[in-house]
């Protein structure tokens, strides 16, 4: 499972403009420039409970309603999680649309406003993430 999720995550990910998978901290993270997403493996305990996750940015106020509203489904992550970033468990019933809108919104965090008001054009022809 943990393979398929890293997997799943990198399509997704890379699926946005500008966005590139560096390996940091003997793990995938995926950047446009600045750090959006990083993958929590399950063999490294410390950083993701020995479940498989992913670290993403989210907007101020909201990590707080996340983790109260679905303990089960996100978590406050060491070393950014007083930052504003979320844990995502990314095992049991995971639900890939929402993980996409997560990304999605953690690179829009993330990004230059250059590339974001040229991924938000509506001439563009590529689709969004999904």
């Known amino acids: 499972m943990a393979d398929g999720a890293l997997a799943k995550l990198r399509e997704i990910c890379l699926a946005l403009p500008g966005a590139t998978e560096v390996p940091a901290w003997e793990t995938s993270t995926f950047r446009v420039g600045k750090i959006f997403a990083m993958y929590a ?8 409970g020995g479940r498989p996750g992913v670290w993403l940015k989210v907007a101020p106020g909201v990590q707080s309603l996340m983790l109260a509203d679905r303990p089960d489904r996100f978590y406050f992550p060491p070393y950014v999680g007083k930052s504003g970033w979320i844990g995502v468990w990314l095992d049991k019933r995971v639900s890939w649309k929402e993980v996409a809108l997560l990304v999605e919104e953690s690179w829009r965090l993330m990004a230059p406003a250059k590339l974001r008001k040229a991924y938000d054009d509506p001439t563009r022809t590529k689709g969004r993430a999904r």
């Open 41 to 48: 493996q399950p063999s490294d305990s410390k950083h993701s």
